[in-house]
Nanobody, 127 residues
Framework: VQLQAFGGGLVQAGGSLRLSCAASEPTFGGYVNALAWFRQAPGKGREFVASIRWSGGITDYADSVKGRFTISRDNAKNTVDLQMNSLKPEDTAVYYC???????????????????WGQGTQVTVSS
């Protein structure tokens, strides 16, 4: 399955953006354990932002975005979305969506638990 992330752009601090990640196949191409968004700022490693488990829709957020970002899944559109409010300059990064197909319970915060990745979309927040 191919994942395409879009919705990034340039926004002023305090503003909002909504990212979407679309899968090329229904139900993200097969069994899904969890969907997630990660981000990577220049010179830094890829870090967890938010995740949603396929079964039960349980969500998890990095402390840095909790209360400002909301992850959701749209089964009809076959997308996973990230609503980002009250954006800060430190949110500037390339944002990636990811799919975990692990058959075992996983930590949704670990990069290594995700097998499929989108190409990334740039989010720039100006001060």
């Amino acid at each position: 399955v191919q994942l395409q992330a879009f919705g990034g752009g340039l926004v002023q601090a305090g503003g909002s953006l909504r990212l979407s990640c679309a899968a090329s196949e229904p139900t993200f191409g097969g069994y899904v354990n969890a969907l997630a968004w990660f981000r990577q700022a220049p010179g830094k490693g890829r870090e967890f932002v938010a995740s949603i488990r396929w079964s039960g829709g349980i969500t998890d957020y990095a402390d840095s975005v909790k209360g400002r970002f909301t992850i959701s899944r749209d089964n009809a559109k076959n997308t996973v979305d990230l609503q980002m409010n009250s954006l800060k300059p430190e949110d500037t990064a390339v944002y990636y969506c990811a799919v975990s197909r692990s058959l075992k319970p996983i930590s949704t915060r670990r990069v290594g638990n995700y097998a499929s990745w989108g190409q990334g979309t740039q989010v720039t927040v100006s001060s």
